[in-house]
T-cell receptor, first 112, second 113 residues
Framework: QQQVKQSPQSLIVQKGGISIINCAYE??????FPWYQQFPGKGPALLIA?????SEKKEGRFTISFNKSAKQFSLHIMDSQPGDSATYFC???????????FGSGTRLQVQP | DAMVIQNPRYQVTQFGKPVTLSCSQT?????MYWYQQKSSQAPKLLFH???????NEADTPDNFQSRRPNTSFCFLDIRSPGLGDAAMYLC????????????FGSGTQLSVL
């Protein structure tokens, strides 16, 4: 059972454009929703995270939108830059041990 | 400045030959995780430690074992690697009390010949 579904699988955006990646979850016990960024040959690194008590969180060019009733959340990257080209994973975790359940990943390519 | 260190960066082993991957951390975190990431796939949790308390995922093959001799170090042992075990193995840590952010190492890329 895939508990976190992510789309699209790949995304090509022009420099300066907006990148949007979507995720949906099934388990209502999840209470923490991070996005991780992974460059080739590196481990994932936390980009931004949200809890379900807020509908939006913004950090610089990165924004998470959260819809608790629909059990969906999304990452928006404003003014996308070539340096943003990476694989992005949404994830979710439950209270306690906080082991992350990852989405399948989105490979983002920002063209100059 | 490195916080979660994985060695070696690349590991080549032969089919059926036991191999050990290592992870160390300078963060003094209680929780350590091992994830397996195959090409173009999401990381998949194999097991984790909360202090010395070992937690195995239900679908982790018996071929995979782990040891945590102290807070700083954790090892992943693959007793008889198969071709399907070729993957990136990621170690991650987290502060046990109230911590949410996972800190990942750069991973060990395992090849099985």
């Amino acid at each position: 059972q895939q508990q976190v579904k992510q789309s699209p699988q790949s995304l090509i955006v022009q420099k300066g454009g907006i990148s949007i990646i979507n995720c949906a979850y099934e388990n209502t016990a999840f209470d923490y929703f991070p996005w991780y960024q992974q460059f080739p040959g590196k481990g994932p690194a936390l980009l931004i995270a949200i809890r379900p008590d807020v509908s939006e969180k913004k950090e610089g060019r990165f924004t998470i939108s959260f819809n608790k009733s629909a059990k969906q959340f999304s990452l928006h990257i404003m003014d996308s830059q070539p340096g943003d080209s990476a694989t992005y994973f949404c994830a979710a975790s439950k209270p306690g041990r906080r082991a992350l359940t990852f989405g399948s990943g989105t490979r983002l390519q920002v063209q100059p | 400045d490195a916080m979660v260190i994985q060695n070696p960066r690349y590991q080549v082993t032969q089919f059926g030959k036991p191999v050990t991957l290592s992870c160390s951390q300078t963060l003094n975190h209680n929780v350590m995780y091992w994830y397996q990431q195959k090409s173009s796939q999401a990381p998949k949790l194999l097991f984790h430690y909360y202090d010395k308390d070992f937690n195995n995922e239900a679908d982790t093959p018996d071929n995979f074992q782990s040891r945590r001799p102290n807070t700083s170090f954790c090892f992943l042992d693959i007793r008889s690697p198969g071709l399907g075990d070729a993957a990136m193995y990621l170690c991650a840590t987290k502060q046990g009390q109230g911590g949410e952010k996972l800190f990942f190492g750069s991973g060990t890329q395992l090849s099985v010949l």
